[in-house]
């Protein structure tokens, strides 16, 4: 089993709707969790850090299941501009650990 | 937020030589650094951890003779494919920062490295 699994996608979906990516991790001793954007053939960037109380920033939303071992990102009136590649990472042992990355793509 | 580059950004080289690819904090100061591999459609993937003075801890399956890791002072960290062939073909990055306080990784802005 991946230590960091998501859905690959490619998740096509049109301007203004709202879509939801599901992450799951296996070591339950994680420390910290976060979400990443990747554009093509550039760097991951940091989008959000990830809490159980669950966090909102703008048009993101991000939860935490502690007990399910499973973290969530919601994004609300989605844009051109949100079409990348979300990559689920947690933190553990001092390392980082990536999924493999859900690919967005926002149509006209 | 802190700023990390690379260089190159991207080499091209010949089947047999040896590829150095540089990693600089820019305005903070580093004790330890990451290298990681991205093969195509797939996730990074940890090579090494890099600490500055000390030796690099190597990830499972990584050869520690092949990438040589070398983070002579707080700002640079260098990783040196050696004798490269077209399977080293990947993007290579570089991340730097702490696990404390806001656990924030600052990612360069990668290395293609494609082996003929």
């Known amino acids: 089993r991946k230590e960091v699994e998501q859905d690959p996608g490619p998740f096509n979906v049109p301007e203004g709707a709202t879509v939801a990516f599901n992450c799951t991790y296996s070591n339950s001793a994680s420390q910290s969790f976060f979400w990443y954007r990747q554009d093509c053939r550039k760097e991951p960037k940091l989008l959000m850090s990830?809490?159980?109380s669950g966090n909102e920033d703008g048009r993101f939303t991000a939860q935490l299941n502690r007990a399910s071992q499973y973290i969530s990102l919601l994004i609300r009136d989605s844009k051109l501009s949100d079409s990348a590649t979300y990559l689920c990472?947690?933190?553990?042992?001092?390392?980082?650990?990536f999924g493999t990355g859900t690919r967005l793509t926002i149509i006209p | 937020g802190a700023v990390v580059s690379q260089h190159p950004s991207r080499v091209i080289c010949k089947s047999g030589t040896s590829v150095k690819i540089e990693c600089r904090s820019l305005?903070?100061?580093?004790?330890?650094m990451f290298w990681y591999r991205q093969f195509p459609k797939q996730s990074l993937m940890l090579m090494a951890t890099s600490n500055e003075g000390s030796k690099a801890t190597y990830e499972q399956g990584v050869e520690k003779d092949k990438f040589l890791i070398n983070h002579a002072s707080l700002t640079l960290s260098t990783l040196t494919v050696t004798s490269a062939h077209p399977e080293d073909s990947s993007f290579y990055i570089c991340?730097?920062?702490?696990?404390?306080?806001?656990?924030?990784?600052?990612f360069g802005p990668g290395t293609r490295l494609t082996v003929l």
């Open positions: 990830v809490y159980s």
């Open positions: 305005d903070f100061q580093a004790t330890t």
């Open positions: 990472v947690v933190l553990g042992n001092e390392k980082l650990t």
């Open positions: 991340s730097a920062g702490t696990f404390a306080g806001g656990n924030e990784q600052f």
